[in-house]
């Protein structure tokens, strides 16, 4: 019963940002935290990033540390992904997802999940 919106992909030079959007709408009350998955093709999905809906509290997977930064607008229940220094490794379709679990373990409990927005680096 949540629906999700992601926006902001686009195409970008190597070592340019871009800046992700989510907006969740519906059911929201129940969900712990919000967060991103990407897929490049051919590939699995995987996590990104998450954001504890309540506390605040971040995690990023190891390679975009430093890089990438998850925030929160707990009023407007939107989830932004700021993403610096971008590689052309970072080339992928970008999922906004929520989650009943703690951002440590988002994966183990998504509810629902965006469309997906495009994120393309070139070299």
């Known amino acids: 019963q949540v629906q999700l919106a992601e926006s902001g992909g686009g195409l970008v030079q190597a070592g340019g940002s871009l800046r992700l959007s989510c907006e969740a709408t519906g059911r929201t009350s129940r969900f712990s935290a919000m967060g991103w998955f990407r897929q490049a093709p051919g590939k699995e999905r995987e996590f990104v990033a998450a954001i504890s809906w309540t506390g605040g509290s971040t995690y990023y997977r190891d390679s975009v540390k430093g890089r990438f930064t998850i925030s929160r607008d707990n009023a407007k229940n939107t989830v932004a992904l700021q993403m610096n220094s971008l590689k052309p490794e970072d080339t992928a379709v970008y999922y906004c997802?929520?989650?009943?679990?703690?951002?440590?373990?988002?994966?183990?409990?998504?509810?629902?999940w965006g469309l997906g927005t495009q994120v393309t680096v070139s070299s």
């Open positions: 997802a929520v989650s009943r679990a703690l951002v440590s373990s988002f994966a183990a409990a998504i509810t629902s």
